[in-house]
């Protein structure tokens, strides 16, 4: 199982990111996917999910209105679309996999996770 997240950069506070998280070697559309973050010196909180079924999405209260979350399941794919970014987003983002899961906001409910993609917001 393989899941590559791609997406991060530089941004100015203000400004947009979308983030992709590519799965392979899953059954895809039975996973539910999630978006975690770890800022520096931080411990890793949860940014979003999604459930297997895409009908259930969920995010943390200081993302919610900004980011969106979705699913291909065509491409085996999920985005995060970052909006109005401010530097407290500013970490590495990681996605993870979650058999038959609805993007629950508990780490260890995630069988799989990606190697993590780093957001920098500056003002």
């Known amino acids: 199982v393989q899941l590559q997240a791609s997406g991060g950069g530089l941004v100015q506070a203000g400004g947009s990111l979308r983030l992709s998280c590519a799965a392979s070697?899953?059954?895809?559309?039975?996973?539910?996917m999630g978006w975690f973050r770890q800022a520096p010196g931080k411990e890793r909180e949860f940014v979003a999910g999604?459930?297997?079924?895409?009908?259930?999405?969920r995010y943390v209260d200081s993302v919610k209105g900004r980011f969106t979350l979705s699913r291909d399941n065509a491409k085996n794919t999920v985005y995060l679309q970052m909006n109005s970014l401010k530097s407290e987003d500013t970490a590495i983002y990681y996605c993870?996999?979650?058999?038959?899961?609805?993007?629950?906001?508990?780490?260890?409910?995630?069988?799989?996770w990606g190697q993590g993609t780093l957001v920098t917001v500056y003002s």
């Open positions: 993870a996999a979650q058999a038959r899961g609805y993007g629950s906001s508990q780490s260890q409910g995630y069988a799989y």
């Open positions: 070697g899953l059954t895809f559309s039975i996973y539910g």
């Open positions: 999604v459930s297997w079924s895409g009908g259930v999405t």
